[in-house]
């Protein structure tokens, strides 16, 4: 059954939705590396700059929580059409910006187009992949989502040390106009289209929630941790979520079936892959910029640093994808995980001490760490509801992916930010090695709580325990 084959189309139609899924994610965080050249163009400071990312990662979060509507609503070709459309508007709208403004906005309308792609890609390998060989493919989904943000500053760091920042968008347009191409041309409709009524004030209660949450996190790097716009934001978003959810279970609109959250082993995976994407994107955010303001590193070197473990997280990811096939979920989970708490704590022992070397070093055992890791998490976390919710399954991991990125963006940046606040008589390049310290010891933190979840998950699913 594992060999059975896969029809061409179909390959192609995977290949196209995957192009562009990996040019969305992939622009998530080229910008990070730029955020020193910004700040200084457009004199601003970095709480403003970071959200380039932070407002990327919220609509692309937002967009995906719609996803499994739009997918019971519209066929999926129009869907991927629309977002290819949208990513290479935002590409000219980045690329001829004259001001931050502008360029915030363009990156906004390609976190829209990113927000669909990326549940495309999977709802495609969900729907159209026999599940002998599920694994393998959603682990060469996992591979075009996870890795790609380890890439992203190698690739904007380059095109920002050899040409400039506007690169980034023009260099990558014509992958998008390929994959544009291919997925119209072989993506075809498996699943019949319903009209049910949107959830629009769902919608609005959850973009509230996001946003209120990572502007919480962003004032704390302005304000400090214990100050009332932090906690003030925190509490209000937290509230806003605790309405949001009474809403959805009251309500016969349609946005997110939340019934999906009543499985405990759905639960525990959902939040161990939230914390992995969170490390994830935190740490490919602090590297590149650690490097630079902590070494005085050019962008290109402080991109480079981490694209060794980001390729082999990506060789790494469909290999353990068909582990999962052949031996189950817990062999790869588990040896990704310990992989990762490895690599955070070395990163927090050494946070004061690092070089470039050990960066690469580090890094490259969370990138197999993460290889084993990302994409088993997600599968064995959907195969815990019924096929009826595999949908609203795959639009809360994608959401959840996408927010944990914002989150981690925040945090990190936040942190850095408080830090080179902290004492004037200090240099930046110190208070910076500072502030990266304490990033890297509340990474390991939340590696060993993600290593605690996955544990337990794994206890309730051998003892049967699905809802």
Not at 81 to 102: D, E, K, M, Q
Not at 244 to 271: A, C, G, N, Q, W
Request: proline share 3%; aromatic share 12%.
């Amino acid at each position: 059954m594992q060999n059975q084959a896969i029809p061409r189309k179909t390959m192609l139609a995977i290949i196209g939705a995957g192009l562009l899924a990996f040019c969305g994610v992939l622009v998530e965080t080229s910008m990070n590396v730029t955020f020193p050249t910004l700040m200084k163009q457009f004199n601003l400071s970095m709480s403003v700059v970071q959200w380039l990312s932070t407002g990327y990662l919220l609509l692309v979060s937002l967009t995906m929580a719609t996803s499994a509507y739009i997918q019971r609503r519209y066929k999926i070709r129009s869907i991927f059409i629309f977002s290819g459309v949208s990513f290479i508007l935002g590409s000219f709208v980045c690329g001829l910006a004259p001001n931050f403004v502008v360029l915030l906005i363009g990156r906004l309308i390609q976190a829209v187009a990113t927000g669909y792609a990326i549940p495309l890609l999977f709802a495609i390998i969900l729907q159209q992949i026999p599940v002998a060989r599920l694994g393998l493919f959603m682990g060469i989904g996992g591979m075009v989502v996870g890795v790609a943000p380890s890439i992203g500053p190698t690739y904007g760091g380059m095109n920002t040390f050899l040409f400039s920042w506007r690169e980034i968008f023009w260099f990558i347009l014509p992958v998008v106009v390929i994959a544009v191409l291919l997925g119209t041309f072989t993506i075809s409709q498996k699943i019949k289209t319903r009209r049910d009524t949107f959830d629009f004030l769902g919608l609005i209660l959850l973009g509230v929630s996001f946003f209120l949450i990572a502007e919480g996190f962003t004032e704390a790097g302005n304000f400090g941790w214990l100050s009332i716009q932090f906690w003030g934001f925190l509490l209000a978003g937290l509230v806003v979520i605790g309405l949001f959810v009474y809403h959805s279970f009251h309500s016969e609109r349609d946005l997110l079936d939340l019934s999906i959250f009543k499985s405990p082993t759905f639960v525990l995976s959902i939040m161990a892959y939230f914390l992995i994407q969170l490390m994830n994107i935190g740490i490919s955010y602090l590297l590149p910029n650690y490097s630079q303001l902590v070494f005085g590193a050019n962008s290109l070197v402080a991109g480079s640093a981490i694209l060794l473990g980001s390729l082999v997280s990506g060789i790494v990811q469909p290999m353990s994808g068909r582990l999962l096939d052949s031996h189950g979920a817990g062999y790869p989970i588990r040896i990704g995980i310990t992989l990762i708490v490895i690599s955070m704590i070395l990163f927090a022992v050494f946070g004061l001490h690092l070089t470039i070397p050990l960066i690469v070093f580090f890094y490259l055992i969370f990138g197999l760490g993460f290889g084993f890791s990302f994409g088993n998490v997600m599968t064995n976390g959907i195969k815990q509801v019924d096929d009826k919710l595999q949908q609203d399954a795959n639009a809360a991991f994608n959401t959840s992916q996408q927010y944990a990125g914002s989150i981690g963006t925040a945090i990190m940046a936040a942190i850095l930010t408080s830090s080179q606040h902290s004492d004037l008589h200090l240099s930046q390049a110190i208070l910076s090695a500072r502030g990266g310290d304490h990033d890297f010891i509340l990474l390991a933190v939340l590696a060993i709580t993600a290593f605690v979840l996955i544990l337990i998950n794994f206890q309730k699913q051998a003892k049967g325990i699905k809802a």
